[in-house]
């Protein structure tokens, strides 16, 4: 029985380096990876087809004047009915999207270069209230 429990406490020993952090105990750990820049807007699947949504959840819209795909020309009253996307002041680019320098010095996202707004109409996930307001605001899809 002895003999048992003493080889049995020198597997349990000689297995704790391999338990160590999931290396041989002496390594040192893996650097951490670096961050992956998060896009600022999913894809939803609606019954009227793909459309972009902000992380929460809200629709988002492009503007038919906002063609050079450089600035927004939707500025100072136009702000209160049509809230651009924000970005901060270091956002970089990913994917499709882009940030994009505002007539205030603040930045915003646009998606293929086109400027991303949310509606105020719309009070929850999953509205579309904005779309229906002029023709000249669309609701921003991905085949855009």
Known sequence: MSRFIIA???IALSAVPALANGHGGGDAPPPPKPEATTAPAKVV?????PKLVD???MT?????RDTT?????C???????WVPLPATADAKAVGDFTVISR?????????RYRPLYTSPADKAPG?????ATTLQWRIARPEE
């Open 103 to 111: 007539n205030d010095g603040s930045k915003m996202w646009a998606y």
């Open 60 to 64: 988002l819209y492009t503007y038919e």
């Open 8 to 10: 049995a406490a020198a």
């Open 75 to 81: 500025n100072g009253k136009c702000t209160e009915a």
């Open 55 to 57: 992380l929460k959840g």
């Open 69 to 73: 795909g450089k600035s927004s020309n």
């Open 127 to 131: 509205d579309a209230n904005g779309n």
């Open 45 to 49: 699947l609606t019954k009227q087809g």
